[in-house]
Every structure is written in structure tokens, then in C-alpha cells.
T-cell receptor, first 115, second 109 residues
Framework: GAVVSQHPSWVICKSGTSVKIECRSL??????MFWYRQFPKQSLMLMATSNEGSKATYEQGVEKDKFLINHASLTLSTLTVTSAHPEDSSFYICSAPKGQIYEQYFGPGTRLTVT | GQNIDQPTEMTATEGAIVQINCTYQTSGFNGLFWYQQHAGEAPTFLSYNVLDGLEEKGRFSSFLSRSKGYSYLLLKELQMKDSASYLCAVMDSNYQLIWGAGTKLIIKP
């Protein structure tokens, strides 16, 4: 199977600061990547679709100015949580399709804790 | 609206068989996925069904009935390591994944 990595795997930051999370496809190119958020005991919630070379598409209710997405290359997408607050504490997961759109590969996730 | 329903929690015994059901109502259909997710980890792919019928892969099988908007994941010869959440997801007409809330499976010795 394909490999998608995320960095960092966990991060603790203070309220008001910004945090950048990287998602990389290691052995394939991904023109599209998906960013999800998952709160404890809840399912994945799609936040946005990251498109290489163009603006990301955000889901309803997700603030694009707060969750900045950059997809500068075919193997890297970044999610920056700006002015983080404790309610942003969550598990953030990225995924990327390889080949067929249904072949989704997930990164290992990033646990964000905002104090 | 779009909706995926699956039981919140199930309990089964080691060595036994368990069936996890999933019903869906979505805008279009481009396949149904089952993922396994252990606590604190990202989901891992188990199966993909786009045509009606049963797909078998080792101890795991997945069934789909598009006319009924129904799928199940069948786990045989349960092992303790199978304790996890199982997520049902449907790819809609826009090729977006619509996720169920997941079924937490508890395996007892």
C-alpha cells in the first residue's frame, strides 16, 4: 500500500499561538489531499479538500481564515491552525487518494492539545 | 440530507463471529468503505464495495446491497486485536466520503 506521513504526531501549544501540521505522500503524488478532524468518540469530520496549485475547498462551518491550507507541491499539504483555542484541541488526520479516487490512504494523525 | 447509520457499540467473544451493519442515505453512490480504527490511531482500510454482493478477504468479509442502502462487515474467528472502532463510509456523487459515527467493537476472552 501507499504511505502518507504526518508531522508532528502530537503537539501541545498555548492558546493564541499557531500550529502547522504537515501531510506528505511518501511514495506517490497527490493532487488532492483531505483534512479531517476527529473529536473523542466521534467520527471523522471532513474539514477541507486541499488542491495542489489552487485554493482549498472548505466544508460548511469551517473557517478558512483560521484553518489555513497550503498544497504547494504534489507530495505536501499543510494545515495551519491560527490563533488556536482549547476548543481546537482534536485529532487531525489527512488522507490522499492514490490512483483511483477510492484508494484513500490516511496519515497517522496529529494530536493537538491547546492549553 | 446524507446519513450513515451503524450501531454505537457491540460486544463479541474471542473466536466467534460478529456482523456490523451499516445503512446509508446519500446523494449518489460511488462505493462503500469499511475502515478499522484503533484508539488514538488513524483509520486503516479494510474493504471497498461498489457492486452488490459479498467481498471476502481473509477473516473479514463485506456485503453490499445498493437497492437497500445496506452493508455489513463480517468478522470471523475474532481475535483480541480486533477490538477497535469500525467505520462505514460512503463515497457520494461528488466523490466525497460521508462517514458513519463508527461501531466500537469489544472482544471478550
Amino acid at each position: 500500500g501507499a504511505v502518507v506521513s504526518q508531522h508532528p504526531s502530537w503537539v501541545i501549544c498555548k492558546s493564541g499561538t499557531s500550529v502547522k501540521i504537515e501531510c506528505r505522500s511518501l511514495d506517490f503524488q497527490a493532487t488532492t489531499m483531505f483534512w479531517y478532524r476527529q473529536f473523542p468518540k466521534q467520527s471523522l469530520m471532513l474539514m477541507a479538500t486541499s488542491n495542489e496549485g489552487s485554493k482549498a475547498t472548505y466544508e460548511q462551518g469551517v473557517e478558512k481564515d483560521k484553518f489555513l491550507i497550503n498544497h504547494a507541491s504534489l507530495t505536501l499539504s499543510t494545515l495551519t491552525v491560527t490563533s488556536a483555542h482549547p476548543e481546537d484541541s482534536s485529532f487531525y488526520i489527512c488522507s490522499a487518494p492514490k490512483g483511483q479516487i477510492y484508494e484513500q490512504y490516511f496519515g497517522p494523525g496529529t494530536r493537538l492539545t491547546v492549553t | 440530507g446524507q446519513n450513515i447509520d451503524q450501531p454505537t457499540e457491540m460486544t463479541a467473544t474471542e473466536g466467534a463471529i460478529v456482523q456490523i451493519n451499516c445503512t446509508y442515505q446519500t446523494s449518489g453512490f460511488n462505493g462503500l468503505f469499511w475502515y478499522q480504527q484503533h484508539a488514538g490511531e488513524a483509520p486503516t482500510f479494510l474493504s471497498y464495495n461498489v457492486l452488490d454482493g459479498l467481498e471476502e478477504k481473509g477473516r473479514f468479509s463485506s456485503f453490499l446491497s445498493r437497492s437497500k442502502g445496506y452493508s455489513y462487515l463480517l468478522l470471523k474467528e475474532l481475535q483480541m486485536k480486533d477490538s477497535a472502532s469500525y467505520l462505514c463510509a460512503v463515497m457520494d456523487s461528488n466523490y466525497q466520503l460521508i462517514w458513519g459515527a463508527g461501531t466500537k467493537l469489544i472482544i471478550k476472552p
